[in-house]
């Protein structure tokens, strides 16, 4: 069985990063997880990462954007990934990174885009007084969660509900949707 290539980047604890290996190595999906990208050295999500017997990139920032991501990108084409998977990466790649995988790199929004983009789109969506949030996935471009939108899954706020109640329930979701979406994705040969 020939498998499909793709890395992961990742920058905290590493909840969807689980949910997506669970999937791969439980139902034994024609994926294989090359490389995870961390830019912060004690994430949670290298132990993770270690479980799993996935190589992981430790990136520095501060040796300035430009030379981390054409690190990044040495080491991806090294491991001949064909894609990306963002799942709580929190840094915006340049448009000279997208590049080099147009239409190739996921990321996940914790709301339904095109509305509460960036950082905190969950207290956003809350704060604004919505009835329905959810989650998005979608290509990445150049701009701030924008990209085309592959997969949405609408989350009820309830009356009363605390933020704190809230966010769980949204992550609950992400870790069923993201798997899947990637999944679908793969077979469709979109990563080729």
């Known amino acids: 069985m020939v498998k499909t290539k793709l890395a992961i980047m990742a920058s905290g604890t590493g909840s969807n990063f689980l949910a997506i290996m669970e999937k791969i190595t439980q139902e034994n999906w024609p994926i ?19 479980q799993f017997n ?53 990321n996940i929004h914790p709301a339904l885009l095109p509305s509460f983009p960036g950082r905190h789109g969950i207290q956003d969506a809350y704060d604004y007084g919505v ?19 592959v997969a949405q899954s609408p989350v009820d706020i309830y009356d009363n509900e605390t933020v704190e109640h809230l966010e769980p329930r949204i992550h609950e979701v992400e870790h069923r949707l993201y798997p ?11 990563f080729q």
Do not use: C, W
């Open 180 to 190: 899947t979406t990637i999944q679908n994705l793969v077979q469709r040969g979109v």
């Open 131 to 149: 009835k329905v949030t959810g989650v998005t996935i979608h290509f990445v471009d150049a701009t701030v969660d924008g990209g085309q939108i």
């Open 54 to 106: 996935v190589p992981v990139l430790v990136v520095d920032y501060h040796d300035g954007k430009k030379e981390t991501e054409a690190k990044i990108i040495r080491q991806l084409q090294a491991d001949k990934v064909s894609g990306i998977v963002l799942a709580g990466y929190m840094r915006i790649l340049s448009a000279e990174f997208i590049s080099h995988y147009p239409n190739r790199i996921l």
């Open 32 to 50: 294989e997880i090359t490389r995870l990208v961390v830019d912060h050295a004690d994430a949670n999500v290298i132990n993770y990462a270690n």
